[in-house]
């Protein structure tokens, strides 16, 4: 039996976002982010109405250095993702699973064995 559609964008969603951050952390991204805009955003800089909103839940600068080097590339990505994708609802949600896995690998840093 052929899986349904939802089986396939479950399975292939998350594959391509690993697929696209393992090129994007291999690659030399200097040119693609504006470092000093960007960054200073997420770090808590200027006011962030002017680019997506999203980006706040990437800041990273608040947490313990052990977890900014997990959470950092997550956030270089999604930098890149608001700079060459066109806003519309699939970058968002783009970003949001983006977010989700940043998520889980912070709290994979955190885990404990009960």
Do not use: I
Request: glycine share 4%; with cysteine; hydrophobic share 45%.
């Amino acid at each position: 039996m052929f899986p349904s559609d939802d089986d396939v964008l479950t399975f292939v969603v998350p594959w391509g976002l690993l697929a696209l951050w393992l090129a994007f952390v291999f690659a030399d991204r200097t040119p693609l982010l504006e470092q000093s805009r960007l960054l200073a955003l997420r770090k808590g800089g200027s006011n962030m109405s002017d680019t997506e909103p999203m980006m706040q839940f990437f800041a990273y600068a608040h947490l313990r250095e052990d977890l900014q080097t997990v959470s950092r590339p997550f956030g270089d990505l999604a930098d890149w993702l608001t700079q060459t994708l066109p806003r519309n609802p699939e970058r968002t949600v783009a970003l949001r699973k983006l977010l989700e896995a940043k998520d889980c690998a912070v709290r994979a840093r955190l885990y404990t064995t009960p």
